[in-house]
């Protein structure tokens, strides 16, 4: 087995430097490789099959092969940036200025959040918010939002009551959003029984709602440590419409819109003479809608008036 999986990551090595996926973010590529796969099933059975591929493994076989090994080459990928995100988020100041007690061990953590992406539904989710951190939109947009003391200012400072040091801020909506992921989660609910489910799959429920995140809230202090609420909550909350729940923090909105933004980012290389920046662009055609997306429109408003000012 060892020589099909080297022959494996061979192969998958080669998919992955594929020019048509390179500019493709992390979260995307993914998706990619397996539709690559999907559509081109017929042809890669015949060459599976070959002496110099895999002729001792069946299709599903080599199929399952290809999955491991493009979930260790993902995780490969991804170590790294999370490595270095946990160097600038992981700061004592930020808890303590939350929670005297509250305590987070950061390798303890990384091996949380790497071991929950091992599981498809949930690696999407992460792959989507570590890249939000990763594009620096929090490192670019709070400085300046706290700096023109506007509705972004308002919203985290004063509604959300932070006693944080401003410049925390970018690092403790990064921490924040290293948990929207758990929105997904699933969740046992019944001592009685094995039946789990998502906090995604409760929000019609009110009740059912509370009790999974109080569910949740015990496991986050037994896997990862004594995480002030003030820190999780958000990243769980910015999954959520903001008409249908209206009295969601100011810190799970703004993630919530950069998450959007995040979402439909796309490499540019060179912009086109008098085409406008893409961020502002998109800041411009999404807040008119942003009531349908369950978004904040007047936080778009001021991001789109920044985006503009800095040419983003």
Known sequence: MDTERYKMREFLGKLWMNPALQKATLDKKENQVLAFLRDNQAQLQKIFAQNDYFPNLSWNDAVKLLLTELVDKLLETITPKINLISQSIFSPAILKAFDASAEINPDKFKNFLIEQMRVKTLRDHYLSSIQIISLNYYSNYIPLAVERHKYIYNELLRHDRLKIDTTLLPSYISLATLFR????????????????????????????????????????????????????????????????????????????????????????????????????????????????????????????????????
Request: no cysteine.
């Open 181 to 312: 992921p758990l929105f997904h989660y699933p969740i046992k609910y019944r001592d009685d029984s094995d039946e789990s489910a998502s906090l995604a799959k409760a929000t019609t429920d009110r009740k059912l709602y509370d009790t999974l995140l109080q569910k949740l809230r015990v496991q986050i202090y037994n896997e990862i440590g004594n995480i002030p609420e003030v820190i999780f909550l958000p990243g769980i909350q910015s999954n959520l419409m903001l008409a249908d729940f209206p009295e969601i923090s100011g810190s799970a909105r703004l993630i919530a819109v950069l998450a959007a933004r995040s979402a439909d980012y796309i490499p540019v290389e060179k912009r086109d003479r008098g085409a406008e920046s893409p961020d502002k662009s998109w800041f411009q055609i999404n807040r008119r809608n942003a009531k349908i997306y369950g978004l904040d429109a007047d936080m778009m408003d001021e991001l789109y008036q920044i985006a503009g000012e800095k040419g983003w």
